[in-house]
């Protein structure tokens, strides 16, 4: 999976959390979709740390969308390409 891919997964998967908490707000199962919503939440966060990574050094890329360079090695980065196995 790409770096582009990756983080379009980690958006999803917040967004589904934060809509999930905000509906168990309003809902009769209120406190067991906020805790559905916060555990999607902190997946996704957790998904962004470890998979936003630099492919050539293994450096965090930062928070941001993906740089063009690594700031950690400064290696030129592709967000659309795919890591070879």
């Given at each position: 999976?790409?770096l582009k891919q990756k983080?379009?997964?980690?958006?999803?998967?917040?967004?589904?959390?934060?809509?999930?908490?905000?509906?168990?707000?309003?809902?009769?199962?209120?406190?067991?979709?906020?805790?559905?919503?916060?555990?999607?939440?902190?997946?996704g966060i957790f998904l962004?740390?470890?998979?936003?990574?630099?492919?050539?050094?293994?450096?965090?890329?930062?928070?941001?969308?993906?740089?063009q360079f690594c700031p950690?090695?400064?290696?030129?980065?592709?967000?659309?390409?795919?890591?070879?196995?």
């Open positions: 999976m790409s983080e379009r997964v980690t958006t999803v998967i917040i967004l589904i959390g934060v809509l999930l908490s905000c509906g168990g707000a309003y809902a009769d199962l209120g406190i067991p979709l906020i805790c559905a919503g916060a555990m999607l939440v902190a997946a962004v740390y470890r998979w936003k990574r630099c492919p050539y050094c293994g450096g965090w890329l930062g928070r941001d969308a993906v740089p950690n090695c400064g290696a030129q980065i592709d967000p659309d390409a795919k890591p070879d196995k």
